[in-house]
């Protein structure tokens, strides 16, 4: 009797022992993977993204029905563009999922206008703090996974694309083989060549559905992981994302018919290839009788009739992941404040590009249009877009890349890294001008936030009469709107026409020896100095062309004449 237990004995510590190590091994992976992310906490993020990620992210629709990105303006593709916001949400991207993914990047795209929930970010901002609360969360949102290339609102829609399943076009799988049975009571000769000439139908119509709904499965299987995740979370112990909470509750329940019996159309492991003995018979059932067919009909219904509430889900799960990557951002910054976006000036103290590894802080405070000069590589551009992202990043993410920072809630609108649109032939001045236009009809609209603008020599694609004269026009007619305006030009005649109208503000650099040093430090009054000759001679050319061209220079500035 001894020598029969002997096996099964073995088998029972090989497959306890077993069980052992893969117990072990996945708690070495989760350590592994909590310390992985408490050190990523406060770095910038690093992530690497799929070919097209980021473009299909930004021609998706960005969330619309969290209650946190209602009364939004949605930032277009020149401001966008121009302050590089790719590359500050890559910098910001330390999300778990592809939830927090998209809505951090709808938050970045429709900062608010109104500044209603600030100080009620602030609470859910707090709470990350706690390291092992945060880290446990994390983990929950690893799981969500991320999506490869489309935003989900993408594979939503897909689901549109298919015709409508009703589960009672599946029926006569099921009817045919029970009609068979009964049949055979009385015949069984005709009942059995029924009930096999139902099953090669069943066969025949089962993979040509399948095929069908095949891609159709992944969004499903992400609806089930978004459950599955916001059960998770439902249960942690973070009293700052009670609203978030309750709304992952109440959807689990109004998709439980969902989630029963969905096992059997989402197996993982299924498929004619596969080992597991019950996945093999429960593949050939699904054959014989359509029930992962009637399963999918189900499920598709229920997805186009709980889309909102879908997507309430998805906002919920994305608000936490994404205010945890905002809590790490802010973090990796040298420093930083909480807006006041109740002021009724721009007011910054110690402002910053985020972008920079060793940026020169500025401060300003102004109510009034504001014209920059300053000669070539002073940092007008860099200041100009610190100024632009200041208030997006208040407005979007609560975060001022600031040591104080106090304004109006805008509309953010820039013009400066414009380009020729070879696309549609239209030269660098038509693309300029058209850039100019969108922004006069914006601040033009009654009713709506103030615009925000960010200008770059305006009209540099012209000549230099035409330019000034026009350039002061469409200045002068732009601070007549309800807009805060930071123009930066080469044309020191512009500080002049605009005397009293535009702030003067300037950047400037020292010589010493041969070389420029250049402080990056902002100041009041209009430039006194060029420094474009000089920069020449430091490159290298040769001294015939820059005295030359000093000497015309200076010619010009006696006589107000160009001469050869």
Known sequence: MGAYLIMPVLLAVFLLISALIGMRDRKRLDQKEREKLARSFGKPGDKEYSEGRLRELGNSPVPGLSPRLENTFTVDDI???????DLVFRSMDNTCSSAGEEYLYGLLRSPRTDGGTVIAEEGLLFWTRNEDERVNVQRILQGLGRNSKYPFREYLALMDDLPDRSAAKEVYAVLGPAVSLGIMFFRPAAGILCLLGSFVLNIFTYFRVKREIDPYLYTLRYVMRLLSCGRALAKE???????????????????????AGSGILLRENGGIS?????????????MLFHLDLMKFASMQGTVRGKRKEIDDLFCAVGTIDAQISIASWRASLPFYSVPDLSGSRFDVTDLFHPLLKAPVPNSITVSSPVLITGSNASGKSTFLKASALAALLSQSVHTAPAAAYSGRCYRVYTSMALKDDLESGESYFIVEIRSLKRVLDAASEEGKAPVFLCVDEVLRGTNTTERISASAEILLALSKLPMQIFAATH??????????IYTNYHFSETVEGDDVKFSYLLTEGPADSRNAIRLLRLMGYDPSITDRAQERADRYERTGRWEL
């Open 79 to 85: 401001t966008w563009n121009d302050l590089d916001l």
């Open 237 to 259: 112990p973070f009293p700052a994302y009670e609203e978030e909470k309750e709304t992952m509750r109440s959807v689990d329940r109004a998709m439980a018919s969902f989630k």
């Open 274 to 286: 596969s080992v597991n003995p019950l996945d093999i018979f429960l593949d050939y059932i699904c």
């Open 491 to 500: 044309d020191l005649e512009l500080t002049e026409l605009l005397s009293g």
